[in-house]
């Protein structure tokens, strides 16, 4: 019979995310490396299955963020079929994406992020969790914070079919409209999003920014990097976070490139490393030089900073404010601050809210308008969506019956690989100094990566359903020197 | 409450599904137990389970022992990833904690059946061979413990009024 045990969680980290630091003969950081566990197989688990079933599948791929995979397969399919959809489509889709990253910003800002502000950095990593939120802030926060995210879920529940692997997505449309009760209901929640998102900002505000130990972590060079950035903008250049064209910035804010999804590959292209599976996207046009920041390095961001700093600004007035803020504490556009990846979130949240009551005020969104039948030869189709984590692509190609001959994805992560990586290095280079490590590393380290808001995906479902980190740190030879753990030493 | 959960996708993953629906299958008759499937984590736990008296979580792991191994967990041996560093989602302890400080009708008592499995990280739909060949054998290691006697309640699902 089953018996009684005390999980060993490094057992279960083997082979999934965890951090190798190199020292050289002198006890200092030469390398570090962040490694995320690489899923195997999607290519030819795709191949042959009819296109159509793609926006029900690829959102399995992922317990995090199945909302954007099945928006952006749909546009895929969209692009697959030569299909246009009535602009009532767009606008449910889009409100569909804006409430998943309205929820999930929120859930990361209060659960998984916030621990690290509004506990404290140094607070032991017993209390840096959402328990530890609460009994600072409160517990009618705690509450607020559930009920919001609720009623954010029940937008997709209720016009994706299914809250978890939504099923409204088809080539040319969606499959159902709003009704009256849906666009009464969806109002209320969208005011109090944007309450919510005020709220939200105020106590950034409040608890970080009128900190000066925080501020001077935010704005420090311990976590910053001088990179290129890439998000979505509308034709204002502002942030959509739906559609639009891709925008590349300088690390010095002068625009890059401005391109189609479907002419992603001429301006994104992928370095392998021997020591991860995971490929490292880069910018082609200034080439791989390393793990490395500066113009001459085509490593680029993605995600909410990084959205930000790609954009001319936000498309809402209230998130603009919010947006003119935030760079003018950061001392200018773009922000090279790793940590300011939280405060942009939340900036990003209040952009979600107004922009989910623009949508909902759009009369438009009420027409039963909301399908382009497909009539073409599908063939090629390449879609693009901003996940809360960053750009997130998928490219499939098909025989003209509509089956999957190739499927490729590139995912936000991934996107961010190269530079998260360049994150926990700094760290690591700020805390080990001739061999002695300082006991704030993980901590750091943590931080470091957690502001990104990775996503390793996707295995993670296996118990015990959290990704604990570890670092191993190695001598030149690549014997371990010193394996630390957050459970064992938290 | 029975919840499996995991990735259908993504080979042994989807093991706490394929228990979980041959444990619906076998437990049809039953008016005392719900059981059901979620493929995502951490949160949306707390909220199937609301108004439970008792949730049973089928879950995969890996550590290195016999696939098809069976382990008995509780929230006590998730305790120490409360502070876990996941980028995503909480964990099941913190949860169920949470929705404790938030006077929500939690379960009282939360068991994990974790089976050990071989890869995770590979797209599929089928089991690997050699848990595939313990299934049964699983879902009658699970009645057996979840229902060690025979229920005589009918009118209930478990679930509190």
Sequence with gaps: MSKRITIDPITRLEGHGKIEIFLDDSGNVSNAYFQVPELRGFEKFSEGRMAEEMPRITPKICGVCP????????????????????RPAKLIRELINTAFIFEDHALHFYFLGGPDFVVGPDAPAAERNILGVI???????????IDIRKRARNIITELGGRVIHPVCGLPGG?????????????RKTAADAVEFAKFSLQLFEDVVLKNKTYVDLIVGDVYKHETYYMGL???????????GQLRVVTPTGEEFAKFEAKDYLDHISEHVEPWSYVKFPFLKKVGWKGFVDGPDSGVFRVAPLARLNASEGMATPQAQAAHDKMYETLGGKPAHNTLAYHWARLVEILYAGERMVELLEDDDIMSDNIRTLPTETPTEGIGVVEAPRGTLFHHYKTDERG?????????????????????????AKGLIKDGVVNDGLLNMVEMAFRAYDPCFGCATHSMPGQMPLVVEIKDPEGNIVERLSQFVDG | MILGVGSSILTDDSVGLVVAGKLGERLAGRGDVDVGVNEEAGFSLLEESLGYDRLVVIDSILTGREPGTVM??????LGRTIHSNSPHGANLATVMELGR???????DEVVIYAIEVVDVLTFGEELTPALAARVGAIVDEIIGEVFPEPSDSTDERGRRP
Aim: hydrophobic residues 40%; charged residues 25%; contains cysteine.
């Design chain 1, 67 to 86: 909302t954007t995979h099945h928006m952006a397969s749909t546009k895929t399919l969209d692009d697959l079929f030569h299909v246009d959809p009535p």
């Design chain 1, 233 to 243: 903008v509308d034709e204002n250049n502002k942030v959509n976070l739906y559609d």
């Design chain 2, 101 to 107: 400080q938030q006077n929500m009708d939690v379960p």
């Design chain 1, 174 to 186: 969606v499959s159902r409209g709003l009704t009256e009760e849906n666009r009464e209901e969806f």
């Design chain 1, 403 to 427: 089956v999957i001959t190739q499927a490729n994805l590139i995912v936000a992560t991934v996107c961010n690989a190269a530079a998260i990586c360049m994150s926990v290095e700094r760290a």
């Design chain 2, 72 to 77: 008995r967990l509780d929230l006590a041996d």
């Design chain 1, 135 to 145: 009994a600072k802030v409160g517990l009618e926060i705690g509450g607020q914070v």
